[in-house]
Antibody
């Protein structure tokens, strides 16, 4: 079955760290741009990070310098290391695959999503 | 950063209605826009991208149009399974951004 499965969420104190994992099956992650997207309860979607097929990484200002996205190709897994966590980082975190069309063009849209993992930052 | 403004934020409609949702970008993004559908407790689902290409498996009652700064998502005949929240997203440049969402409710 083709799927993405996130894990690693939980309760963490402000200022703490957490690493999320996204295990892929049925697809080879290194062939796609991969992303993390989060959603606070009752709120909209927020893009959190991206890693390209060449290993280039991108972040919005809200997490830059605190979050690191990386891939472990041998495990076909994606990770998000989160440091200096704040209450505002509380959300469901989704890993998502970047769209690649039949011609191999990469769009920065998300055509496959995991089920999400909840991160709660609270004392 | 490119801001996306969706309107309306809430829409009440009946089965069979034609529904249009608008997404306006704070600067030109060519055709680099996508639309998603999200149901409660579920991950979003890609419907349309760039800005009128229907994702595989998405019913043809969904359509997208626009370019530059103004885009629309149209559902030609609303079905019971279409009641959900819809988001636009710009693919033009990093940081990628989403609109605030449009909740479509049953009238």
């Amino acid at each position: 079955e083709v799927q993405l499965v996130e894990s690693g969420g939980g309760l963490v104190q402000p200022g703490g760290s957490l690493t999320l994992s996204c295990a892929a099956s049925g697809i080879t992650l290194l062939n796609y741009d991969m992303h993390w997207v989060r959603q606070a309860t009752g709120k909209g979607l927020e893009w959190v990070s991206a890693i390209g097929t060449a290993g280039d990484t991108y972040y919005p200002g809200s997490v830059k310098g605190r979050f690191t996205i990386y891939r472990e190709n041998a495990k076909n897994s994606l990770y998000l290391q989160m440091n200096s966590l704040r209450a505002g980082d509380t959300a469901v975190y989704y890993c998502a695959r970047g769209l690649r069309d039949s011609g191999g063009y990469h769009y920065q849209a998300f055509d496959m999503w995991g089920q999400g993992t909840m991160v709660t930052v609270s004392s | 950063d490119i801001q996306l403004t969706q309107s309306p934020s809430f829409l009440s409609a009946s089965v069979g209605d034609r529904v249009t949702i608008t997404c306006r970008a704070s600067q030109g993004i060519s055709s680099y826009l996508a639309w998603y559908q999200q149901k409660p407790g579920k991950a979003p689902k890609l419907l349309i991208f760039a800005p009128s290409t229907l994702q595989s498996g998405v019913p043809s009652r969904f359509s997208g149009s626009g370019s530059g700064t103004e885009f629309t998502l149209t559902i030609s005949s609303l079905q019971p399974e279409d009641f959900a929240t819809y988001y636009c997203q710009q693919l033009n440049s990093y940081p990628l951004t989403f609109g605030g969402g449009t909740e479509v409710e049953i009238k």
